[in-house]
């Protein structure tokens, strides 16, 4: 896994992130707005620069990324209007997620905090 973690970059990284602890608190599969609230909640947990805001976009974008590196689970939900609309889960084990990235520069403290 840690392979895989280091293919992908800091952004994707944090969003990934994002969905262990919505996973930790029973809230997946997630959709991309509420990936993209918890990672804005979470930004003073990053150790760099801000990534220049979180934009719904890039982080749809990164979860497809996520998806297909294998790290997360594309699951189809319905919305209330009927429409199907994507949502993600962990395809790997939490703690491992936590365990590789604790170290990392840039979202070490989110991974320890989550870890804590």
Known sequence: MDETLDAVGSFEQFVLLSVVELSAAGETPAHSYEVTETAKDRLDDVDRDP?????????????????????????????????GRPAYELATDADGVLESLAGDDSVGPYARSLNA
């Open 51 to 83: 990534f220049g805001g979180i934009e719904r976009q890039e982080v749809i974008t990164a979860l497809g990324s996520l998806a297909d590196a294998g790290l997360l689970a594309k699951a189809e939900t319905e919305s209330a209007t009927g429409k």
